[in-house]
Each structure stands twice: as C-alpha cells, then as structure tokens.
C-alpha cells in the first residue's frame, strides 16, 4: 500500500536510504525534514514495512515538481513497486496543480536512466559536477 509517510517511518526510510545510497545519501536531519515539510511529500511503499518510498519537492514559482529521491529495498526489486511509487508521484503532484515533473541522475547510472525513460522521462540537459568533481549529472523532465 502507497501511503504519505509520516515521522514514525523516519527510521525505516534512513534505513534505506543507507543502505542504497552510502556515499551520497542524506542525512537524518535533511530526511527529517522532507517527511515533515509542507512543501514536500513523501510517499512509502508499507507492505509488512517500508519497501521503498518516493519524495517530491514542490515549490510556489514553478509548475513542476521536483522528484528529490525514489529508493526501492533491494529484496522488493522487480516486483513493480518502483513503477506504483512513480504513478503515485506523478498523481500526487498533478494533485498539486504541477504540469512537469524533473529529477536528476548521475550520468552514468544507465539502470536509472533507462527506468526514468520507461516512464515518460527525458534527458534536457547535462549537469557538470553536479554530484562531485567529474561526476555529472543529467536533469530529466517529463509532462504531467
């Protein structure tokens, strides 16, 4: 079941977070403050706990939402949660009044990228060093 998370998750979301994103993953603060953000939503995977979550990032000046993370347990892999978490994304922030929807990958995650393109995302434009010195980015955009 996909579900808004709330402060109670804060654990299991870290959890993930470590486990699939140990060199750049955030912080227990800054995931604190996603979950409980007005301008952001996050949205978990709750089956027998949390398999994976999604979070988006709105702000007033824009008709996009920014999709900030989507992470998925690697046990749960392949079974479709991935995709429900980015139809629910894609719903929430239609939701929410937004048009567009961007993210951004590292240029070299084709895994990522080819899961992005599967769902309506396109490559727009290439950040150099976005992530560190020599590891560049790509922001991917799609319509609502």
Same mark, same amino acid.
């Given at each position: &079941? =996909?579900?808004?998370? /709330?402060?109670?998750?804060?654990?299991? =979301?870290?959890?993930?977070?470590?486990?699939? %994103?140990?060199?750049?993953?955030? *912080?227990?603060?800054?995931?604190? $403050?996603?979950?409980?953000? @007005?301008? @952001?939503?996050?949205?978990?995977?709750? +089956?027998?706990? =949390?398999?994976?979550?999604?979070?988006?990032?709105?702000?007033?000046?824009? /008709?996009?939402?920014? &999709?900030? @993370? =989507?992470?998925?347990?690697?046990?749960?892999?392949?079974?479709?949660?991935? *995709?429900?978490? &980015?139809?629910?994304?894609? #719903?929430?922030?239609?939701?929410?009044?937004?048009?567009? &929807?961007?993210?951004?990958?590292? #240029?070299?995650?084709? #895994?990522?990228?080819? %899961? $992005?393109?599967?769902?309506? %995302?396109? +490559?727009?434009?290439?950040?150099? /060093?976005?992530?560190?010195?020599?590891?560049?980015?790509?922001?991917? #955009?799609?319509?609502?």
């Amino acid at each position: &079941m =996909i579900r808004p998370a /709330d402060l109670r998750d804060l654990g299991e =979301i870290q959890r993930l977070e470590d486990e699939n %994103f140990p060199e750049d993953g955030f *912080s227990r603060r800054r995931m604190r $403050y996603l979950v409980t953000s @007005s301008s @952001s939503l996050t949205l978990v995977w709750d +089956g027998n706990g =949390i398999k994976g979550y999604v979070m988006l990032l709105f702000r007033k000046d824009t /008709d996009a939402a920014r &999709m900030y @993370s =989507i992470c998925v347990d690697r046990a749960a892999r392949n079974r479709g949660l991935g *995709s429900a978490l &980015m139809r629910a994304a894609g #719903e929430a922030a239609r939701n929410k009044g937004c048009r567009r &929807m961007t993210l951004e990958v590292r #240029e070299g995650n084709a #895994e990522a990228i080819e %899961f $992005y393109a599967f769902h309506g %995302f396109k +490559g727009r434009r290439r950040l150099r /060093d976005y992530y560190a010195p020599g590891v560049d980015g790509l922001r991917m #955009e799609k319509r609502l």
